[in-house]
């Protein structure tokens, strides 16, 4: 397929640019990124109907029990002390499993991009799964490094804070307005810092050919120079995205009220209301809304591949003209 100037990755582009482009070449392509996905896509909704069961039925039918218990002065059982714990342990496995699916979801759409920038076209797969481990791997490792680097500032926060409550007891009670202030500024801050992380991460997986350390270090400085793009990108990007997922979680977010209200009027005395089928009802509802999600999340992927290069034809230009002075 000949390669089309107006697809090509490697082009100077506006952020208005870089949304259409990518928003159109996902469009052109999904059925071929489909093909490839669609397994991971399902393992995803699967994970997102078993969180939407449990944390909408399951956790607030326990927590009833637990303040029932505690009301009535007999304690928590250690039965339901035990059940509570399972639940929460299960929650937080199928978040990482959910985490793990989506790295392995985001290798897979980097191959096709990988052929994207090679090629100029995305070829329909043979199989689902046509990444290399390689590449599974690289991108794990990537989005790992990527969130650990967001976390660490909150947790060196968090210790600060732990420190200054030990020394001083009551010191966050009596200052958690200023404290709330204080977080919501340092996360912005840190966003602002972080930003460059969208382009490093794809350096490192589409071309890098040293570990994601090094490259952060050798580019992390590119990436500051081009932080407007990055945040009008990620910004309209990450609004579209959240604005859609909302239209879509909207009927397993229903179902979620429903039960959380219907559980909080046991505390009153009030029968629990629900039909029998709700539990599997809410898994379906959370499983279907956790697959659409699933594809509409991919779109800042394919905004951060062309926002790179974006970047990388901005950078050549630069050198170029540097040279010419020279």
């Not at 490839?36 to 039925?57: D, K, N, P, R």
């Not at 996360?187 to 589409?206: N, R, S």
């Not at 959240?242 to 029968?271: F, K």
Request: charged share 15%.
């Amino acid at each position: 397929m000949k390669k089309l100037t107006s697809e090509t990755v490697l082009k100077a582009r506006s952020y208005r640019s870089v949304l259409s482009t990518g928003l159109r070449l996902y469009t052109e392509n999904f059925r071929r990124l489909f093909k490839a996905s669609w397994l991971l896509a399902l393992i995803y909704a699967v994970t997102g109907g078993c969180l939407g069961t449990l944390v909408g039925i399951k956790m607030p039918e326990i927590t009833v029990g637990i303040l029932q218990q505690i009301a009535a002065y007999e304690g928590v059982s250690p039965d339901t002390a035990r059940q509570y714990t399972v639940t929460a342990a299960e929650i937080f496995g199928l978040v990482l499993l959910a985490i793990v699916t989506l790295g392995m979801a985001s290798a897979t759409f980097l191959d096709k991009l990988k052929e994207h920038k090679d090629t100029g076209a995305i070829s329909m797969p043979a199989h689902w799964l046509k990444a290399s481990p390689r590449l599974i791997g690289r991108t794990l490792k990537g989005l790992l490094s990527t969130l650990l680097l967001l976390l660490l500032p909150f947790l060196l926060f968090a210790g600060d804070l732990v420190a200054v409550e030990a020394a001083s007891p009551q010191f966050l009670l009596r200052h958690s307005v200023t404290l709330a202030a204080m977080l919501a500024v340092y996360t912005v801050i840190v966003l602002c810092f972080a930003l460059p992380l969208m382009y490093v991460l794809m350096k490192y997986v589409m071309e890098s050919p040293c570990g994601y350390w090094p490259t952060l270090a050798r580019h992390y400085s590119r990436g500051l120079r081009h932080w407007g793009s990055l945040f009008n990108v990620f910004f309209l990007s990450t609004l579209l995205v959240a604005l859609v997922s909302m239209v879509i979680a909207l009927p397993a977010t229903i179902l979620n009220i429903a039960n959380q209200q219907a559980h909080l009027g046991q505390l009153m005395g009030d029968p629990l209301g629900m039909p029998s089928y709700i539990a599997p009802l809410t898994f379906c509802t959370a499983m279907l809304c956790s697959f659409l999600d699933f594809y509409v999340s991919q779109t800042t992927l394919i905004h951060n591949y062309y926002l790179y290069g974006s970047i990388e034809a901005k950078e050549q230009e630069r050198e170029q003209q540097k040279a010419n002075i020279q």
